[in-house]
C-alpha cells in the first residue's frame, strides 16, 4: 500500500521476447523464487538459478531483473506515506511485509522506508510469510507491543484475516482514504 504496483504484465512480455514458452519462469523459477521470499537462498543464489534455469543471454536476464523490480517496487503512495510517516513518535510503528531478497536495500534507495517508521520486519529476513502466525507474534515482540495494541493494514485479505486472529486490530486496504479513515478509527478505539 505504501508502494503501488499494479501488475504491468511484464513477465509475459519478457517471456516471449526471450523466446520462452508462456509460464516458464514460474514453472521453472516457483521453488527459487519462493526460496528468495523466505531468505533461504541469498540474491546472488536467485540471480544464478535464473540464469541457469532459463538459459538466455545476460542482456536478456539484466532485462528481466530491471523489469521485475521496476514492478515490485511501483511507485509511492505519497498520501499514505506521508500520514504513516506522522504517526511518529506518538505511536510507534512498523512494516510487516512479504518481500524478496534484495527489497529492503532497493525500498530504502528508492523510499528510505527505515527513516520513517521504528520497524520493518520482512519475510526474506525472518524466514516467516504472511499470513503465518509466527510473523505476527514475531512483530508484536520486535516491537514490544501486545497484540491487541497492534493496528495493522495489508491489502490481501487472507493477512488481514491471519493479524485478526493474531488479537490485532485488522483494516484491508481498498483506497488510501478509507485506509486512513479506518486505521485512525482503531487507533482512538
Same mark, same amino acid.
Given at each position: 500500500?505504501?508502494?503501488? %504496483? /499494479?501488475?504491468?504484465?511484464? #513477465?509475459?512480455?519478457?517471456? &516471449?521476447?526471450?523466446? =520462452? /514458452?508462456? +509460464?516458464?519462469?514460474?514453472?521453472?523459477?516457483?521453488?527459487?523464487?519462493?526460496?528468495?521470499? =523466505?531468505?533461504?537462498?541469498?540474491? *546472488?543464489?536467485?540471480?544464478? *538459478?535464473? !540464469?541457469?534455469?532459463? @538459459?538466455? !543471454?545476460?542482456?536478456?536476464? @539484466?532485462?528481466?531483473?530491471? &523489469?521485475?523490480?521496476?514492478?515490485?517496487?511501483?511507485?509511492?503512495?505519497?498520501?499514505?506515506?506521508?500520514?504513516?510517516?506522522?504517526?511518529? /513518535?506518538?505511536?510507534?510503528?512498523?512494516?510487516?511485509? $512479504?518481500?524478496?531478497? +534484495?527489497?529492503?536495500?532497493?525500498?530504502?534507495?528508492?523510499?528510505?522506508?527505515?527513516?520513517?517508521? @521504528?520497524?520493518?520486519?520482512?519475510?526474506?529476513?525472518?524466514?516467516? %510469510?504472511?499470513?503465518?502466525?509466527?510473523?505476527? %507474534? #514475531?512483530?508484536?515482540?520486535?516491537?514490544?507491543?501486545? /497484540?491487541?495494541?497492534?493496528?495493522?493494514?495489508?491489502?490481501?485479505?487472507?493477512?488481514?484475516?491471519?493479524?485478526? *486472529?493474531?488479537?490485532?486490530?485488522?483494516?484491508?486496504?481498498? $483506497?488510501?482514504?478509507? %485506509?486512513? *479513515?479506518?486505521?485512525?478509527?482503531?487507533?482512538? !478505539?
Amino acid at each position: 500500500m505504501l508502494e503501488v %504496483a /499494479p501488475p504491468t504484465g511484464w #513477465l509475459q512480455r519478457w517471456e &516471449q521476447e526471450a523466446n =520462452l /514458452p508462456a +509460464g516458464a519462469v514460474a514453472g521453472r523459477m516457483a521453488d527459487v523464487f519462493r526460496a528468495g521470499s =523466505l531468505g533461504t537462498i541469498s540474491e *546472488a543464489e536467485v540471480v544464478a *538459478a535464473t !540464469s541457469t534455469r532459463l @538459459d538466455v !543471454s545476460q542482456d536478456q536476464l @539484466d532485462r528481466f531483473w530491471t &523489469q521485475m523490480w521496476d514492478e515490485y517496487l511501483g511507485t509511492l503512495n505519497v498520501e499514505l506515506f506521508e500520514w504513516f510517516r506522522a504517526l511518529r /513518535p506518538r505511536y510507534r510503528t512498523g512494516i510487516l511485509s $512479504n518481500s524478496f531478497v +534484495g527489497a529492503r536495500e532497493r525500498e530504502q534507495e528508492r523510499y528510505g522506508f527505515e527513516d520513517i517508521t @521504528d520497524l520493518i520486519v520482512y519475510s526474506h529476513e525472518v524466514g516467516l %510469510a504472511k499470513p503465518d502466525q509466527r510473523i505476527y %507474534a #514475531l512483530t508484536c515482540e520486535r516491537l514490544a507491543a501486545a /497484540p491487541r495494541d497492534m493496528v495493522f493494514l495489508d491489502d490481501a485479505p487472507e493477512a488481514v484475516e491471519a493479524a485478526r *486472529a493474531a488479537g490485532w486490530q485488522a483494516v484491508l486496504f481498498h $483506497n488510501t482514504a478509507q %485506509a486512513i *479513515a479506518e486505521v485512525r478509527i482503531c487507533l482512538t !478505539s
